[in-house]
C-alpha cells in the first residue's frame, strides 16, 4: 500500500490520466486494508476522493465519499489522515452551498482557523498549503480576487512542502487563472508577470510528458 501510494503519489501522476489514478490509489487502500497498512490505506483513500474531485465526478458522488472515509479514519483512529481530508470535504460543501461564507473553509465539518492553528503549532507546512490550496480554489470559485491574491503569496513554498505531488501542478495551473484574472481585473503587471511564469512552467512539464 505505501509502495504504490507513493508512486502514484510523487511519479504517475505526471503521465498518467486522472480516471487510472483513482483506480490505482483505491488498489493501494484495498491492499492496505487486506495487509494490515492501516495509515497508508488511509491516506489511499483521502487521495483517491481528491482525484474524483479533479477529474469531475459529481459533488454529490464526491460529499458521500468524504463522509463514508471519515467514518472509517475515525473508525481505526486515524486522525493525521482525517486532518488531510476535512478541507477537501469542506470545499466539496461549499461548493454545494452548504456554508455561509464559501471562500472560507468553516462549517459543518471543520473550521478553518483551527485546523490551521494545528498546522502552525506541528509545524506541518505540508497540511498547510494543502488547505491553503483548497481556500485559494474557493476563492477563485467564488469570484472573491482579493482573497485569492493574497493566498497566491502565501503558497509560494509550496515546492519545498508538497514536492512533485498533485498539489504542485493543480496549484500552477490555479494560480495561473487567478494572476491572469487579477491582471485583467487591475492591469497590474506583477500579476501579468506571475501569469506568464505559471504558463512557462505548465509548457515546460507538457513538453516532458
Not at 493501494?28 to 483517491?48: H, P, R
Not at 506541528?122 to 472573491?144: H, M, P, S
Not at 493566498?151 to 514536492?163: E, F, M
Request: charged content about 20%; proline content about 2%; hydrophobic content about 40%.
Amino acid at each position: 500500500s505505501k509502495v504504490i501510494f507513493v508512486c502514484t503519489n510523487f511519479i504517475s501522476h505526471w503521465m498518467e490520466p486522472g480516471h487510472l489514478l483513482h483506480k490505482d490509489y483505491l488498489r493501494a487502500y484495498e491492499v492496505g486494508m487486506q495487509t494490515g497498512d492501516i495509515n497508508w490505506a488511509m491516506f489511499n483513500l483521502k487521495c483517491s476522493i481528491e482525484i474524483a474531485l479533479i477529474v469531475g465526478k459529481p459533488l454529490s458522488y464526491v460529499e458521500e465519499e468524504c463522509r463514508s472515509c471519515f467514518k472509517v479514519m475515525h473508525e481505526y483512529k486515524q486522525k493525521h489522515a482525517i486532518n488531510w481530508l476535512l478541507p477537501v470535504w469542506q470545499f466539496v460543501l461549499n461548493l454545494m452551498g452548504c456554508s455561509n461564507d464559501p471562500s472560507v473553509l468553516s462549517g459543518s465539518v471543520m473550521q478553518q482557523e483551527d485546523l490551521l492553528k494545528h498546522c502552525k503549532q506541528n509545524k506541518d507546512g505540508c497540511l498547510r498549503n494543502a488547505i491553503t490550496f483548497c481556500r485559494l480554489w474557493a476563492a477563485f470559485c467564488f469570484e472573491d480576487f482579493d482573497l485569492a491574491g493574497k493566498l497566491v503569496w502565501d503558497i509560494q513554498d509550496i515546492n519545498q512542502t508538497n514536492r512533485s505531488t498533485t498539489l504542485v501542478w493543480r496549484c500552477a495551473f490555479l494560480e495561473g487563472l487567478v494572476a491572469y484574472t487579477l491582471f485583467q481585473r487591475n492591469k497590474s503587471y506583477k500579476w501579468k508577470a506571475h501569469a506568464t511564469k505559471k504558463t512557462s512552467k505548465v509548457r515546460e512539464w507538457l513538453k516532458k510528458g
